[in-house]
């Protein structure tokens, strides 16, 4: 089970810090990753951390703005957004899957049920 928490409502410029709980099975094997979904728009890929902890971005547009981290003891994953900006407006999802991340969301087994982050 993943359970994500964090999300708000920001002004442009403002930050936030989702952090997703996993319960259940340890990140030490398994890579966990966010993505998010705005109204009317596909879900895409923000970012991603493997089981050594190397955290992977989707887009450049992300870099330098998200921070993604992985504390294993706490099973717990951090998605630090600092400038955020009205189109990061989206439901965001954690998910994770055993063994190397995958290229997309059909490769992710497990899912959150999301957090709302709006920017205005």
């Known amino acids: 089970q993943l359970v994500e928490s964090g999300g708000g409502s920001v002004q442009a410029g403002g930050t936030l810090r989702l952090s997703c709980v996993a319960s259940?099975?340890?990140?030490?094997?398994?890579?966990v990753a966010w993505f998010r979904q705005a109204p009317g728009k596909e879900r895409e890929g923000v970012a991603s951390?493997?089981?050594?902890?190397?955290?992977?971005y989707y887009a450049d547009s992300l870099k330098g703005r998200y921070t993604n981290s992985l504390d294993k003891r706490k099973r717990t994953m951090y998605l630090q957004m600092s400038n955020l900006q009205p189109e990061d407006t989206a439901m965001y999802t954690c998910?994770?899957?055993?063994?190397?991340?995958?290229?997309?969301?059909?490769?992710?087994?497990?899912w959150g049920q999301g957090t709302q982050v709006t920017v205005s």
């Open positions: 998910a994770a899957r055993l063994g190397l991340c995958g290229s997309g969301p059909h490769d992710y087994a497990y």
């Open positions: 259940g099975y340890s990140y030490s094997d398994a890579c």
């Open positions: 951390v493997s089981a050594s902890g190397r955290p992977t």
